[in-house]
């Protein structure tokens, strides 16, 4: 069993930063993909950024500039939040292609952090 467990939300003023944490346990051969989705009240969860294992990144229109996704290969995702702002404000999900064998792959989700955006 895998398990993703997020930290590092929290109350934040406009402009001011926060970083988020996630770091992987259980049965883990390696991990592909790592991300951070979003979902804010009463909307879709949407993708926020995304790191493969070669370290390319893609991140949403919305959060370019101010936001930057990193991993190490082993088990940690981080996301570093600058200039937030209150659209930013939505419950972090950390999501992550969890192989517990050479062929074997699960897509993981975290049970989520919730960043809150506000003066």
């Known amino acids: 069993q895998v398990q993703l467990q997020e930290s590092g939300g929290g109350l934040v003023q406009p402009g001011g930063s926060l970083r988020l944490s996630c770091v992987a346990s259980?049965?883990?051969?390696?991990?592909?993909?790592m991300g951070w989705y979003r979902q804010a009240p009463g909307e879709q969860r949407e993708l926020v950024a995304q790191v493969n294992r070669d370290g390319t990144t893609k991140y949403a229109d919305a959060v370019k500039g101010r936001f930057t996704i990193s991993r190490d290969n082993v088990k940690n995702l981080y996301l570093q939040m600058n200039s937030v702002q209150p659209e930013d404000t939505a419950v972090y999900y950390c999501n992550a292609e969890v192989f517990t064998g050479w062929e074997d792959a699960a897509d993981d989700w975290g049970k989520g952090t919730l960043v809150s955006v506000s003066s």
């Open positions: 259980g049965n883990i051969f390696r991990i592909g993909a």
